[in-house]
């Protein structure tokens, strides 16, 4: 029974994810199936929670005129201007960004705002999950935030983790 709380503890701290734990439990019961379970099944844990979509940053060709249409769009103001010539509008708790920057009308990446933001060990638990970050700790990148962490997910996609609130 005690190896049974420990499990649903662990889950409930997030340190299993939902189907680890169910393969864990089947293992008390039936220990081959779990066995098999978790070996087909890449062990993911959090690196860090999740508290809102802070941002996205667009490729733009002519910034300005973009900027001046999603202001007029959406009724926002700028909130900073990065030394890299991009220019941030406000949208409550996080921003949309637009750069000038290869492959105009595509999204470059997301922001994921995180609780207790530490890009030195986020990267290193995501280093222990095999996916590989990194660190831009170029000032002229942003007005604010400190150090920004990069990474690919899945299909390639862009990912950046920043503290929740950080308005460029």
Same mark, same amino acid.
């Given at each position: 029974?005690?190896?049974?709380?420990?499990?649903?503890?662990?889950?409930?701290? %997030?340190?299993?994810?939902? %189907?680890?734990?169910?393969?864990?439990?089947?293992?008390?019961?039936?220990?081959?199936?779990?066995?098999?379970?978790? %070996?087909?099944?890449?062990?993911?844990?959090?690196?860090?929670?999740?508290?809102?979509?802070?941002?996205?940053?667009?490729?733009?060709?002519?910034?300005?005129?973009?900027?001046?249409?999603?202001? %007029?769009?959406?009724?926002?103001?700028?909130?900073?201007?990065?030394?890299?010539?991009?220019?941030?509008?406000?949208?409550?708790?996080?921003?949309?960004?637009?750069?000038?920057?290869?492959?105009?009308?595509?999204?470059?990446?997301?922001?994921?705002?995180?609780?207790?933001?530490?890009?030195?060990?986020?990267?290193?638990?995501?280093?222990?999950?095999?996916?590989?970050?990194?660190?831009?700790?170029?000032?002229?990148?942003?007005?604010?935030?400190?150090?920004?962490?990069?990474?690919?997910?899945?299909?390639?996609?862009?990912?950046?983790?920043?503290?929740?609130?950080?308005?460029?």
């Amino acid at each position: 029974m005690e190896h049974i709380e420990a499990l649903v503890d662990a889950y409930d701290a %997030r340190r299993l994810s939902r %189907r680890e734990l169910i393969a864990a439990l089947a293992g008390v019961a039936v220990p081959g199936v779990a066995a098999a379970a978790v %070996r087909q099944t890449p062990a993911i844990a959090p690196v860090a929670q999740g508290r809102s979509l802070n941002h996205a940053s667009l490729a733009v060709s002519d910034v300005a005129a973009a900027a001046d249409f999603y202001q %007029r769009l959406l009724d926002v103001n700028v909130v900073s201007r990065p030394g890299n010539g991009g220019i941030n509008l406000g949208l409550g708790d996080g921003f949309l960004g637009v750069y000038k920057l290869a492959n105009p009308g595509t999204v470059n990446h997301i922001c994921i705002g995180v609780a207790d933001y530490d890009p030195e060990r986020i990267a290193a638990r995501l280093k222990g999950m095999g996916v590989t970050a990194t660190i831009d700790r170029n000032p002229a990148n942003r007005t604010s935030g400190g150090d920004q962490l990069y990474f690919n997910g899945p299909d390639n996609c862009r990912i950046q983790l920043g503290p929740h609130g950080y308005q460029g």
